[in-house]
């Protein structure tokens, strides 16, 4: 059975082509410095937004047209999996990303739930054997069923903790079998609605024990994929507690498990902090913490997680900057946490969703690795910070200075002299290399 017949594998065409279905610039064997843009940019589909969810939001029923509406269960899972892999070859996509409710439905107890899953990961397996797609990463949905009112890891019942170890234990077993680069964990109700009832210490020690089990049986089972936190400020509760990479850095360090992960950072839940996007990865980066991103943007007229499919060059840019600068994203990737819009409810938008996605990538790509190559930001930063590189500049970042030597620094000084930050100056060049770099 094939699920996409309207369309065929989507080619590379140019800049000028004016087909839907085509590449306008992502174009996957072309060479940006020393690495392909298939190399870089690791693309991967998230199958919760593309093949499971159908629409539905708080005021309406699902509305998507799908070729797997009228299937049911475990049939409906298997052709999910059958259109995710032509969808995948279609798209040429090197990657996929799922929750363990993605795939499979629940049964009524957890050990038909994980039969039901060892049915759907055996046929992905074999899908895989010939398909050129591989697993980025997979998770698991501890935050849907209404065991995890109260959070998983964090619930104020004990059992659900256990019930959420069984759950990311089966997991690792998943990733494992599937050659899983990654293994994602996002605390979807990982916080608290209210401190009236709440102990904080408690719940926040206690997900530490969780990741450190999860460390453990991940060395026990020999699964080596890169473990990575994704944080989010809100949403579904009030208050979570992987805030932000820098709150999630500081919980990592304090519990002394900074070796084991890193970030996985989606653009959405970067702006729904307070932060830009590449402030994020930024933060990431410097503390060598970078692993993987959720590609998507959010509205900044909605104050949530829309998840659309990324489209602003600008951003794009400079998040490429921040991937371009920290080496590339080694295990990690791009994913496409993102849905098309209520109104996009035909199948092939998701082929033009993903292309818009893809497309944007790769012009953030290029745009940004000649801002590199060309030292713009460079140029400046260097010469912006350039008093400590001598003087007592360079005996404060040698740390061989100390408060009485600054005094006596200070005290002779007879005119303090700041120069023009020339962010005006910086955004124009910017906006010059997003229009140049693809005219002929
Ligand atoms: C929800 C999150 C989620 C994670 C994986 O907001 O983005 O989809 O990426 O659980
Ligand atoms: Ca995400
Ligand atoms: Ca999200």
Redesign the pocket.
Known sequence: MTYFDSVSTIQYEGPTSKNALAFKFYNPKEKIGDRTMEEWLRFGV?Y?HTFTFDGTDPFGQGNMVRQWNHLKGMDLAKARVEAAFEFFEKLNVPFF?F?DVDIAPEGETLKETNENLDIIVTMIEEYMKTSKTKLLWN?A?M?SHPRFVHGAATSCNADVFAYSAAKVKKGLEVAKRLGAENY?F?G?REGYESLLNTDMGLEQDNLAKFFHMAVDYAKEIGFNGQFLI?P?PK?PTKHQYDFDVATGLAFLQKYNLEDYFKF?I?A??ATLAGHTFEHELRVARINGMLGSV?ANQGDPLLGW?T?EFPTDLYSTTLAMYEIIKNGGLGQGGL?F?AKVRRGSFEAEDLFRAHIAGMDSFAVGLVVAHKLIEDKVLDNFIEKRYSSFTNGIGREITEGTTDFHKLEQHALQLTEIKNESGRVEEIRAIINQYLLTAFAK
């Open positions: 998230a919760w990303c929750h998770t949905n935050f994602v996002w979807g994704e989010k949403e996985n989606e959405n839940h959720d997680d998840d994913n946490d």
